[in-house]
């Protein structure tokens, strides 16, 4: 009603007014209101999540979002209503360019999940055909992902490519490295490089060539250089002197590298998207590329 005073649609005595100004007998009020300010509004459960997003790429059919520690990717048994899916879908409703109402209306969705406690680079679909190609290049590993992780100590050599197995406990939700094949164990390859080192640490870049539960944690860590900030697979102590309750561990690259036919989105083959502000990739860590 504010807003209607203030642009003129309610008039007294056809002159412009103010909210604070009482009316007398005989006075004229007009009102021109719209027929949708009595319709019912509806409420929609991603309007409650933040408006807040990092947008590294964006064209008319997926989004590369840029998501922050912290921030879960999807809700979970806590229905939490502040989400990175969530967010995208305000996002594009307040855009006009996702329409709920609408009957067989798509629903723009996230193609890739990265743990609430890392950052890093997540791929969303706005629509149908983005949706069925991107999680069949995921699925086909033709999307390269890249990570750069902070550990304890300096591995050697300064690049390797390492081949093990992994085993989940469903009830610790913690995973366990074995170096021989077991029939409950699935593969783990991760291919290290490092990049910089200074006082007992590492800045590594990691590229995945198998993507498993806390596999980089897991993995680095079977090898004595577990991921500064790990609460679950590092060296607490480490953590605690550091002052890092976090593991330190960013998605911060992808190169879309198609082997087969990517229909709609042929024109992302062979290029690389990179976030360029990782929060420990800085100088308090001596650690800036």
Known sequence: MYKYIRTKYIKLNGKKTSPEVFLNDGDELTLYIKDEFFGEKKSYEFLKASSSLDILYEDEQMILLDKKPG??????KNFDTDTLNLRVLRYLYEKGEYHPDEENAFTPALCNRIDRNTGGIVIAAKTAEALRVI??????????KYYLCLVKGVPKPAHKILKDYLIKNENTNTVRVLHEKRDDAKEIITEYTVLKTKDNLSLCEILLHTG????????????GHPLIGDEKYGDRKLNDKLSIKRQQLYAYKLRFDFKTDAGSLVYLDQKEFEVKTVPFNNEEFGMKK
């Open 212 to 223: 498993r539960t806390h596999q980089i944690r897991a993995h680095m860590a079977s090898i």
């Open 135 to 144: 999680n069949q290049k995921i699925r086909d590993r033709e999307i390269e």
């Open 71 to 76: 921030v879960i990717v999807h809700q979970d």
